[in-house]
């Protein structure tokens, strides 16, 4: 469902999504917590049904399986992974980072290792490696979006869609990359055009909750905050759709105390980078 690299342009954030996968590492609309949370991009690699439901005994299991064979380029990409959706984002860099040491050939050590890097804030060191995680020759529609989510968090819009654009040319409609694509368009405070890409997006079959809860902030934005909350709470039991709108209220509120400090509206790109 995706956040920490070079200084980051100030962006607003609250705690934990996505899961991106992403991106996209996440949020309002995650599984895991009721709490607020930053509308979030994804990073291509971890979609919200795949995430662990309890991130600490992953990390555990994958430690164990890392320790043991340090050069085990799967081990060391699943523990990196179990390092991400357990918040340790420090640590998955560092893991990641001596992997493909050990491992330079392996693009798929070298995508999580620069997932890891967007997690972790460090956005231009992530949106290299992520280059060399694929070949034009041979591109991967992930790493692409990926790359996307990065250049929108280092302010690089109009960049990013290229990219984005690129994506969609090998997947046609696919909403994650969609959803990344409305997360720019808010960010560069389009928001009609951010409604109407997120819409797209949310009327794929693959659509998630993240995506959908993305289109409820934009439409927040717009001033339909009736229409937003009931996107918020669609399909949800009572309690837990109460809380999901507590936090979105929140979340439009740091908007507008954003808005008059003149910082950036609250979007994390994240997530569909995981």
Known sequence: ??????????????????????????GLCSCQTSGPSDITGSLGDQTESSRPAEPRREVGFYRDRFRANPKDADAALEYGKALRAAGQRAQAVAVLEQATIANPGSKALLAG?????????????????????HSPEDPDWRILSAQ?????????YEEARQYYASALKIVPDEPTVLSNLGLSYILSKDLPKAEETLRRAHSQAGADQRIRTNLAFVVGLQGRVAEAEGLVKADLPPEEAAAKVAAFKQLLSRKEHARADGDKIPVAAAAHAD
């Not at 920490?4 to 992403?22: H, N």
């Not at 290792?113 to 949106?127: E, I, K, S, V």
């Open 113 to 133: 290792f620069g997932r890891a890097l967007a997690d972790n804030g460090n956005f231009q060191q992530a949106f290299d490696v992520l280059g060399r995680a």
């Open 1 to 26: 469902m995706l956040r920490q690299l070079l200084p980051p342009p100030r962006f607003a954030r609250l705690i934990a999504f996505i899961g991106s996968s992403a991106v996209v590492a996440l």
């Open 148 to 156: 996307g989510a990065v250049l929108d968090q280092l302010g690089r």
